[in-house]
């Protein structure tokens, strides 16, 4: 197979591995809210996940298993960053152009 289609393959693991990841740190963030009453959703409408709050540890409960769960999350995210900065690597050093 061509670099290309290698390329292809690689993007397409690559691309489910980050959604993956950012899914369950999105997961994650709606956990901490819960766990957090300044963060509480109780209007009973949807709202997006309040992730710059629970990535800075702002108004985020202080006990251990939400730290935790922060920790987590964090760690999730950084390994998405991580990716993106190696597919970019990646893309610049190995591909023809």
Do not use: C, H, K
Not at 40 to 49: C, D, F, M, V
């Amino acid at each position: 197979m061509a670099v290309g289609g290698w390329f292809y393959i690689g993007s397409v693991v690559w691309a489910v591995a980050m959604l993956a990841a950012f899914i369950q740190a999105i997961r994650l963030s709606y956990r901490i809210e819960q766990r957090s009453s300044a963060l509480r959703n109780e209007t009973g409408l949807p709202r997006y996940a309040a992730m710059p709050f629970t990535v800075t540890n702002w108004r985020v409960a202080r006990d251990d298993e939400t730290q935790r769960l922060r920790r987590r999350m964090n760690m999730l995210l950084a390994a998405n960053l991580a990716g993106f900065v190696l597919f970019a690597l990646v893309v610049l050093v190995f591909l023809p152009g």
